[in-house]
């Protein structure tokens, strides 16, 4: 069974730091794209970050570049999102995702592979 699950969620305060891990299970991590997305309540789901298969390129969205990090380690069959300095904002739902060919990675039609999601909450 193909399955992806996350965790680090949790309660931070603005400017405080959280996180993420994304763990594969059913299938090699080494040879898919992972891409992270989030969803606020009434809100559409969108892309933060990605990290490719081939070369481990990046990418993020405007909104946390400078802030959030993205890794992977093959050996771990894990992916990390590591989020600095926080804002009420990014608070939502994370869910991790995994797609072996993709073009526009803010598009969640391109993964096949969805995690459940994990919660981030900033606030005071």
């Known amino acids: 069974q193909l399955q992806l699950v996350e965790s680090g969620g949790g309660l931070v305060q603005p400017g405080g730091s959280l996180r993420l891990s994304c763990v594969a299970s059913?299938?090699?991590?080494?040879?898919?794209?992972i891409g992270w997305f989030r969803q606020a309540p009434g809100k559409e789901r969108e892309g933060v970050s990605c990290?490719?298969?081939?070369?481990?390129?990046?990418y993020y969205a405007d909104s946390v570049k400078g802030r959030f990090t993205i890794s992977r380690d093959n050996a771990k069959n894990t992916v990390y999102l590591q989020m600095n300095n926080l804002k009420p904002e990014d608070t939502a739902v994370y869910s991790c995702?995994?797609?072996?060919?993709?073009?526009?990675?803010?598009?969640?039609?391109?993964?096949?592979?969805w995690g459940q999601g994990t919660q981030v909450t900033v606030s005071s």
């Open positions: 059913g299938f090699t991590l080494d040879y898919y794209a």
């Open positions: 995702a995994a797609g072996d060919w993709t073009v526009d990675w803010e598009s969640e039609s391109e993964y096949d592979i």
């Open positions: 990290i490719s298969s081939s070369d481990s390129s990046t």
